[in-house]
Structure formats: C-alpha cells, structure tokens
Nanobody
Framework: QVQLVESGGGLVQPGGSLRLSCAAS??????MGWYRQAPGKERELVAT???????NYADSVKGRFAISTDNAKSMVYLQMNSLKPEDTAVYYC????????WGKGTLVTVSS
C-alpha cells in the first residue's frame, strides 16, 4: 500500500524559508515531486524529479525553491526560500509508479 506523508508546513513571513518533507512507502517511484493548490485555484505543479532524470520547476518558483530526493530513504524535500504571499497554498507530495499517488497535503501560509 502506497503512502505519502508530508510534514513541514506552517506560517512564515514574506521573505522567509520553509522546508517540506515527504516520506514515501509502498513502492519504488519513477518520479517524485510537489504540487500545490491555492484557495480558489486549480492544483499546479511546483517541482518534479524523475529518478535519474531532469528536474522540472514551475516558472513561478525557479531560483527560490529547490527539490531534492533521498532514494535510499524514499524521501523528497522542498526547500522554499524568499517566500511570497502568493506561495500560500496546500502543498501536496506527488509520486508516480504506473499511476499517480498523492499525499494529504500540508498548508503553507505566507503572511505578515
């Protein structure tokens, strides 16, 4: 049974940083990453990293966010720097192995 469990969300001031973590279990995944959904908006890609492939970032986070993976531990991380109010969203861990899997999400709020 596949499980993705996120942690690390919270409230941060504009310009601040947060690091999200996702613990994955139940499979070896071909791709892992992060999506987000802001209030009233559709879920959108933040960053994905195929195993052995090229990392893909949304234009809105390039240069500010960095995805990393620890394949041995089946972990994926998202380091978020220079956070903006428009980064406020529920962040979902994503993994793919034949089909898409999602975590339950962790809320990130960027506000002063």
């Amino acid at each position: 049974q596949v499980q993705l469990v996120e942690s690390g969300g919270g409230l941060v001031q504009p310009g601040g940083s947060l690091r999200l973590s996702c613990a994955a279990s139940g499979s070896i995944f071909s791709t892992m990453g992060w999506y987000r959904q802001a209030p009233g908006k559709e879920r959108e890609l933040v960053a994905t990293r195929p195993r052995g492939g090229i990392t893909n970032y949304a234009d809105s986070v390039k240069g500010r966010f960095a995805i990393s993976t620890d394949n041995a531990k089946s972990m994926v991380y998202l380091q978020m720097n220079s956070l903006k109010p428009e980064d406020t969203a529920v962040y979902y861990c994503y993994a793919r192995q034949g089909m898409d899997y999602w975590g339950k999400g962790t809320l990130v709020t960027v506000s002063s």
